[in-house]
């Protein structure tokens, strides 16, 4: 088995760092499966039609948000990586997922923030200093605390 390639984003508006609550995800065969609500940056699997990573994000973006009001400001040096339980291993024919994530600004007034996934039951802004504490997964707080919160408080 090998890594799954995915991308994500963390974006900013006016100060503050939009997150999706997910509550479901897709099993290997490409079905539902009902989550316990999480809080995450927006991110998805790379696919084969996608021209690039760029393309890849934007695709996803529009996707899990509804929207394409989005500027690349640039890819950040790291990523998010985690191994997949056993279950999801053999449900989705990969070991883990190496996520690239990248800064994005939302140019965006709000009213186009729907989600088209039925992976996503809403969308929020978060403030800097509440974004560690409300995601939902370890790997997510540590890359937030570690790469992206001392871009934030240096202004980016």
Known sequence: MSIRRAVGAVILREGQV??????????GQGGPVEIPGEW?????????????????LLRELGEETGSQAYR????????????FTPEDQAALGFTGQETAMFLVE?????????????EIERLGFFDPGA??????????????????????QAGV
Do not use: W
């Open 106 to 118: 939302y140019l965006g007034c709000g009213g186009d923030l729907q989600p088209q996934d039925e």
């Open 72 to 83: 690349v400001l640039r890819q950040l040096n790291e990523s998010i990586c985690f191994t």
């Open 18 to 27: 939009l997150l999706v609550r997910k509550v479901r995800r897709m099993d």
């Open 40 to 56: 995450d940056f927006p991110k998805g699997g790379v696919k084969a039609a996608d021209a690039d990573l760029s393309a890849a």
């Open 131 to 152: 974004v560690e504490r409300v995601l939902s997964h370890p790997e997510g707080r540590d890359f937030f605390r570690r790469a992206v919160l001392p871009l934030i």
